[in-house]
């Protein structure tokens, strides 16, 4: 398959095209910087474009059969997964092609007795205050998504702890943070690439998030 994996040279986005190229897709890396773009893997099925994904028009975005949205942003900048979920929605509206895939936070998810979002936990933190507006602004943009019934969408989310790392065997889950039979809570990008590139070879979530965890 034709995929454009936004924000390639993040955390998420570099295990997704290293993944992808593993399962010979052709892939297109955009990113900011040219210079992390260059440090990507050399392979004949990648394109590496340094652009700005707000620039994207529906003409380049149709080519793709899937389109990955793993962008970060410093936390002073965190609307924009909100408005970027939002300008790729607005302009693919009553297609089935390309799906997008969000590669959203684990604040969304449920968790505790009376099953409370992991945001609020997040919030009482001290040491959270430099970055809680990241997995807030997430939030808001799954609950954006969740609205959206007329575009091939799919998100995923991943444990408490999302951290570089190999692929290890998953669990998976829907709406509640997950943790392993040891009690921890915690996904490696690898694991997020293998199981973002199994759900796009093989489909089993439409308009819908789920999640992942390190087994």
Known sequence: MKLLI??????????????????????????RSAEKLAKLPTNPNLTTRAEDAFALTKAELVKFDVIIDAMATPPAQAYLHVDLATKLVATLRNTTSPRLVFILGAGSLKTGDDDHL???????????AGFVAIPQNQLSELQFLQTV???????????????AGDATPAILGTDHLLANAAGVSVTTSGTMAATVLAEIE???HHQERFTVANQ
């Open 6 to 31: 936004i924000g390639a040279t993040g955390m998420a986005g570099s295990a997704l095209t290293t993944t992808a190229l593993a399962h010979n897709h052709e892939v297109t890396a955009l990113g």
């Open 118 to 128: 992991f945001v609020h936990d997040i919030e009482k933190s001290p040491e959270a």
């Open 149 to 163: 019934t007329n575009v091939n969408w799919v998100g995923v989310s991943p444990a408490a702890d999302f951290h």
């Open 202 to 204: 093989t489909p089993k």
